[in-house]
């Protein structure tokens, strides 16, 4: 009985190991993705006309730290070096932002709301990959790791909802 119970443990911490790895690879990939998001804000912010949405980006690049800071904590919960991939979708996100204000009037609507969809589809690619890492963490039993993605996970989606509020008053008053 006892080699049943030993056996049926180094099942699980074997099986634990792939899943661990799996949880490292898509925290650097989101880790890289945010490092991302944070380097192109700046410039969004230099973009943009709407005082709204220049204060909403404001508001994001300093919550942006915090997102940054919260995954290095991850790194550091898992005992295992702060390490970012390059994301190739991310890159993809950021050039349709960077398409767009290479094609659309300084200080216009139709800038701003091209760079607010753009801002958008980020978001929610974030949403996702940190959804994704969540179910990963969970499944590795890594509480910790857990409560600081649902932190993140809830600040990106108000984030979410305050990009789709910002600048609409003044827009709707460009528009008339």
Request: proline share 2%.
């Amino acid at each position: 009985m006892v080699n049943t119970i030993e056996s049926n443990a180094s099942k699980k911490k074997t099986l634990n190991k792939g899943d661990f790895k799996s949880l490292v690879e898509g925290l650097q990939q989101v880790y890289g993705a945010e490092k991302q998001w944070s380097t192109v804000l700046p410039i969004l912010q230099l973009a943009v006309g709407c005082e709204d949405l220049l204060e909403t980006l404001n508001k994001f690049e300093k919550e942006e730290k915090e997102h940054i800071h919260r995954l290095e904590s991850i790194f550091y919960a898992l005992d295992v070096p702060v390490e970012e991939v390059q994301n190739k979708d991310v890159e993809v996100l950021i050039d349709e932002c960077y398409d767009i204000i290479d094609v659309t009037p300084r200080n216009s609507f139709i800038r701003d709301a091209g760079l607010i969809v753009g801002m958008q589809q980020l978001q929610q690619y974030q949403i996702t990959a940190h959804t994704s890492l969540l179910a990963q963490a969970l499944e590795c039993n890594e509480e910790k790791v857990v409560n600081l993605l649902r932190v993140i996970i809830h600040n990106k989606q108000q984030e979410e909802d305050q990009l789709a509020m910002a600048g609409t008053s003044q827009m709707l008053d460009e528009i008339t």
